[in-house]
């Protein structure tokens, strides 16, 4: 089972940017899709973006879609999502998942198919 670890949260301006990474440990981390998943208060998770382990594709929301980039490294088992434009709707704690074994992102994210979460960092984006 990999274990998670995200960083590189804060408080940031409109437009400003940030990028997230996500540290796992555990032997099979490139045997995994990685999503992102964020939280607001009082909303539903949702699914941000995911990155593939076999051939490296990727999936992002439309919310994000332009704006984010998800990408991989597996020699040091990390994961990086850098976010650019930001803005309020934004703010949200931020979560980093493993995909089950046979997962690979398509055209939806659903915390069903994750089976192994981080602890979260904030993302709070304010003038």
């Known amino acids: 089972q990999v274990q998670l670890v995200e960083s590189g949260g804060g408080l940031v301006q409109p437009g400003g940017s940030l990028r997230l990474s996500c540290a796992a440990s555990g032997s099979t981390f490139d045997h995994h899709a990685i999503g992102w998943f964020r939280q607001a208060p009082g909303k539903e998770r949702e699914g941000v973006s995911c990155i593939n382990r076999s051939d490296g594709s990727t999936y992002y929301a439309d919310s994000v879609k332009g704006r984010f980039t998800i990408s991989r490294d597996n020699a040091r088992s990390t994961v990086y999502l850098q976010m650019n434009s930001l803005n309020t709707e934004d703010t949200a704690v931020y979560f980093c998942?493993?995909?089950?074994?046979?997962?690979?992102?398509?055209?939806?994210?659903?915390?069903?198919?994750?089976?192994?979460w981080g602890q979260g960092t904030q993302v709070t984006v304010s003038s």
């Open positions: 998942a493993s995909g089950g074994p046979m997962y690979y992102c398509s055209d939806a994210m659903y915390s069903v198919d994750f089976s192994s």
